[in-house]
């Protein structure tokens, strides 16, 4: 099963409900939001107000992406408005399994991510207790950089590691992931496929970013 994670940092945000709806058209099955704050990477987003807002309207499940340190603070914060997956990066987390787990407590499924720098070894403690492994593809912080192909070398590794350890978890890309890189993200074994740019063609475009979201979905299952 490939699932199309739309990243809204792409989208307009006057419109923000028309273009998750486009997405959804055009066979957007989740719905990623990346909450950044200026510390862990150099850009500042949204927090739990807008995930409470995106809750509102659309019923997909919302994978909340936070590049933010201390996650542990926030935990209840995004749980209460509304998040399904909360993934937590690697990088900032001293108590790895712990965070893990008290996302789990909060009623959501936790997620862990690593960088382009961190190896997939600094997980296989903690691969029993997630609903998924997010590969970076690029850099984290901002929208529309260019996909590292180095990184599917990690998502090969982790599809092993699920079967040699008889486990489930599903693994995510998410940067630079396009018409022209996801069939090769597809074929290492990702199965949750974020993308932003590749999908949201600007302010009065819905029509074109539900074409946009037809056609990678086409491109990643001719690849499976
Ligand atoms: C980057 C974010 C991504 C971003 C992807 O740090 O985690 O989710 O929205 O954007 P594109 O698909 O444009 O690379
Ligand atoms: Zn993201």
């Known amino acids: 099963m490939l699932d199309l994670a739309f990243s809204i940092l792409a989208a307009d945000f006057t419109h923000l409900a028309e273009e998750i709806a486009a997405a959804e058209r055009g066979g957007g099955t989740v719905c990623h939001v990346d909450v950044m704050d200026g510390h862990f990477v150099p850009n500042i987003t949204f927090g739990p107000p807008v995930v409470a807002a995106v809750r509102r309207v659309t019923a997909l499940p919302l994978d909340v992406h936070l590049m933010i340190e201390d996650p542990d603070r926030y935990i209840a914060d995004f749980a209460k408005a509304g ?25 959501m499924e936790p997620a862990v991510v690593i960088n382009p720098a961190t190896p997939v070894d600094t997980l296989t403690e903690v691969l029993p207790l997630v609903h998924h492994v997010l590969v970076m593809t ?17 998502v090969k590794h982790l599809r092993s ?35 932003g740019s590749a999908i949201f063609a600007g302010p009065g475009q819905a029509a074109k970013s539900e074409a946009n979201a037809r056609d990678f979905l086409q491109v990643a299952s001719s690849a499976a």
Do not use: M
């Open 83 to 107: 998040a399904t997956w909360l993934l937590v990066h690697q990088e900032v987390c001293r108590h790895l399994y712990r965070t893990l787990t008290s996302i789990r407590e909060h009623g």
């Open 138 to 154: 690029v850099n984290p912080g901002f929208g529309g950089q260019s996909f590292i192909p180095r990184c599917l070398e990690k």
């Open 161 to 195: 590691l699920r079967e040699e350890l008889g486990l489930n978890f599903r693994i995510e890309v998410d940067g630079g992931i396009g018409h022209d890189t996801v069939a090769d993200a597809v074929r290492a074994g990702a199965d949750l496929l974020v993308a």
